[in-house]
C-alpha cells in the first residue's frame, strides 16, 4: 500500500504565497516523477509542474515564473512554492507520485487526496 498525504493549502489574498507539501509513505522501493495537478470547479484537471527524480522540471504556461516544484528524494516528498498567486489558481490540488513498489516489477502512478487552495480578497 502506497499512501500521498498533502498539506499546505489555504486561503490566500491575491498575490500571497503557499507552500503545498505530498509525502509518500507506505511499500516504495522508489519513485519516479512526481507532479502536481489542479482542478478548478467545472473544469478538467490540469498538470501544473513535474519533476523527476533527478530534478527535471516542466511547468504549465500558465504558473511559468510564480510556482516552483522541488523535492526531497529521501524523504519522498515533494514541494509547490506558489508565489504572486491569482484568483485563477484557485483550485484543488493533487499530488501524484509514479513509484516502484517493494516486491514489484511496474510502477503505478498513485494519488493523494487533494488540498484546496483558494485565492480571494
Known amino acids: 500500500q502506497v499512501q500521498l498525504v498533502e498539506s499546505g493549502g489555504g486561503l490566500v489574498q491575491p498575490g500571497g504565497s503557499l507552500r503545498l507539501s505530498c509525502a509518500a509513505s507506505g511499500s516504495i522501493f522508489g519513485i519516479n516523477d512526481m507532479g502536481w495537478y489542479r482542478q478548478a470547479p467545472g473544469k478538467q484537471r490540469e498538470l501544473v509542474a513535474s519533476?523527476?527524480?533527478?530534478?527535471?522540471?516542466k511547468y504549465a504556461d500558465s504558473v511559468k515564473g510564480r510556482i516552483t516544484i522541488s523535492r526531497d528524494n529521501a524523504k519522498n516528498t515533494v514541494y509547490l512554492q506558489m508565489n504572486s498567486l491569482k484568483p485563477e489558481d484557485t483550485a484543488v490540488y493533487y499530488c501524484?507520485?509514479?513509484?516502484?513498489?517493494?516486491?514489484?516489477?511496474?510502477?503505478?502512478?498513485?494519488w493523494g487526496q487533494g488540498t484546496q487552495v483558494t485565492v480571494s480578497s
Open positions: 519533476i523527476s527524480r533527478g530534478g527535471s522540471t
Open positions: 501524484n507520485a509514479d513509484v516502484s513498489r517493494v516486491g514489484e516489477i511496474l510502477a503505478h502512478k498513485y
